[in-house]
């Protein structure tokens, strides 16, 4: 699959042989934002996407944005805007979304090690804590007592299963995520005996799934452990946060989740909800399947070598900017993301080039001998399936380049 027939690239239209982002051609977007490399976000793709979402999903299910994928200002103000609730994973990041004007009762905060101040901050804001140890709920208990105001709690649980064929495994076996399937009923008793407000659950067990049937099952089994776990709790089970994990196509041959069938399935696990569970909101929760397809990282060459019969176009961004692309974020075996020299769409005359950064690592690689549009210094890279996990989870610093900006047209 040529990255041009690439599915993501399908969303961002051709003009003039030029990708447009938000109806703006790529080099008039590269003059207005003043700089190349930059980020570059699709407002009407995030809308299209929820609206889609919407669409396919039981109305009864509340959707969240993890915004670590994206923590922008200005698309988590958009986000506020569109879904029902957001996660948060750090102090800094309930503040954006408290500035985004997301109501601190849909506004849940998750991940391992909360410090003492951000528990505090998240008690003082009334926002619902997923707790991932011992620890923090005892440590949530004082604070409460200090504060006025009992700490809203859920449990996050460590299930006894993962999802299967997972990007990312979150949960099952050892981990550091969440408290231990078998450990639950004692910390339910601790969140009773301290008088926090207990809420709910919250069962995440893996990210960038593309097969319907994997999160499906995911979704039965952490539901039925909810409901197992139910007959501890010191109150009734008001949220059920069942993750998320809908992935997206980012390597040739990959195929888009099948939303329908996800979402034909949530309508069953909606009723086997309303049963056993009467007082139950069920969330999931997305990051990358909300934000990753509506955003572009785009750099401009340099330099065109060519080594012993092989091309390389140097650029003014990679791995610093944008290590996912790298093949350095997780990825166990390097594959190209969709790539494209984006002012020279339907270019006749092709070239298999790599495209590499200016850093002095042999990482630094954007591109892997793909088949491109025949392209000379000054030509405008684009990377595609670039809205999550980019700016914030790159190490900018590394070699002191200048870092890229973003952008939300
Ligand atoms: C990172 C994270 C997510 C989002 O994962 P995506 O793959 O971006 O959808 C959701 N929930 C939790 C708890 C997370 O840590």
């Known amino acids: ?46 809308k299209a996407r929820v609206a889609q979402l919407r669409s396919v999903l039981p109305k009864s299910i509340s959707l969240h944005y993890a915004m670590k994928a994206n923590p922008m200002p200005a698309v988590v103000g958009e986000f506020a805007r569109l879904v029902d609730g957001i996660d948060v994973a750090s102090g800094a990041e309930m503040r954006v979304a408290l500035d985004a004007g997301m109501d601190p009762h849909e506004i849940s905060f998750a991940g391992p090690g909360k410090s003492e101040v951000e528990l505090a901050q998240g008690v003082a804001a009334g926002i619902l804590f997923n707790a991932e140890s011992m620890r923090e ?27 299967k064929l997972s990007g990312m495994k979150m949960g099952g076996g050892p981990k550091q995520f969440g408290i231990d399937e078998e450990v639950v009923p004692e910390a339910l008793a601790e969140i009773g005996r301290l008088g926090l407000q207990f809420e709910g659950f919250h069962i995440f067990s893996g990210s960038q799934n593309l097969r319907p049937e994997a999160i499906c099952e995911a979704q039965v089994k952490a539901l039925q452990l909810a409901i197992d776990l139910s007959r501890h709790a010191p109150g009734p089970v008001r949220t059920v946060n069942l993750g998320g994990g809908f992935g997206i196509p980012y390597f040739p041959g990959e195929k888009r989740l099948d939303l329908a069938a996800v979402g034909e399935h949530l309508a069953g696990i909606v009723q086997a909800a309303k049963t056993d569970l009467p007082d139950v909101h069920l969330v999931i929760e ?111 610093a590394f070699l002191s380049h200048p870092s890229a900006v973003e952008v939300f047209v």
């Open 1 to 46: 699959m040529s990255a041009a027939r690439h599915p993501a690239a399908q969303a961002f239209p051709i003009v003039g042989g030029e990708v447009t982002v938000g109806g703006i051609g790529l080099s008039t977007l590269a003059v207005r934002v003043g700089q190349t490399p930059f980020y570059a976000y699709d407002r009407q793709l995030l």
């Open 137 to 163: 709920i005892r440590a949530l208990a004082p604070i409460s007592q200090r504060l006025g105001r009992p700490a809203r709690v859920a449990v996050r649980v460590n299930p006894g299963f993962e999802l």
């Open 286 to 396: 997305l990051g990358r399947y909300l934000v990753g397809e509506a955003g572009v990282y785009v750099c401009r060459i340099l330099d065109k070598k060519v080594s012993r019969g092989e091309v390389f176009l140097v650029v003014d961004g990679g791995l610093h900017h944008h290590l996912a692309a790298s093949g350095n974020f997780g990825q166990v075996i390097r594959k190209n993301y969709p790539v494209v020299v984006g002012n020279r769409m339907g270019a006749s005359r092709l070239e298999k080039a790599s495209v590499v950064g200016p850093l002095c690592t042999p990482l630094d690689l954007l591109a892997d001998r793909m088949e491109l549009a025949e392209a000379s210094p000054g030509d405008l890279v684009v990377v595609f399936q670039s809205g999550a996990y980019g700016q914030t989870a790159s190490p900018h």
